[in-house]
């Protein structure tokens, strides 16, 4: 379904599935930020819903991995496989070559594909994809391969942060994400949340639950709240 113009979700409650996948237009070429498996397999359903707006996994030049967990980063060794280019942080990268437990496949009996990333992104820099500049925003704390991608698109911050927030029902709460991987810390959570509640954000879109068209900054503020309130 697209969300707003040139956004368009392909997995997720819709769908049936509890997991987020977007894919975005950006000039003459796509991003898909996430894709993985949860309850069952879901590879197909994705190419399948990105046909559905005329989209071809051969039109999908990235991957933007949020994060290296399993229910987002899964399909990333057969999407490269599709020719789509691969990108996640240092500490992403590193946990996709090697499938180990920071990919949480333990937590659903799954074993994980490793891949190779094709782009190693660091906090800060800018990402030129399709005309477009995408900023990568590292955030640990629910795992160090956290990162949110900040996508400008007509004037507006769209923010895809995978588990960093992820919303409740008709945008009116937040929740953190699972604190059951290796490498979540609740002190660097904070901190990156209180980092992140400084910033403009316009549009959230979650790793779960429903994207949050307008207000956006609401949502990161009440996320960095919970976060003094429950991690402290």
Known sequence: MQIVPDVF????APYGQHQNSYVVRLGDTYVMIDSGDLDHPTFDLVVANC?????AMEDVSHLLVTHAHFDHASH???????GVRVVANRDG????????DRCVGYAVHGVFEPCTVDRIVSDGEMLSIGGAEIRCLDAPGHADSCVIYEIQLRGERLWFGGDVINVGVECQSVELGWNGGPDYRRATYVETLRRLAQL??????????????????????????TAMMELR
């Open 9 to 12: 979700l392909v997995n997720g």
């Open 51 to 55: 046909a559905r707006w005329g989209i």
């Open 76 to 82: 990333a060794a057969r999407l490269r496989q599709h």
């Open 200 to 225: 403009p954000c316009d549009h959230l879109f979650p790793g779960h639950g429903p994207a949050c068209i307008g207000d956006g900054h609401r949502l990161v503020e009440m996320a960095y709240t």
């Open 93 to 100: 990268a590193e946990a996709l070559a090697l499938g180990d």
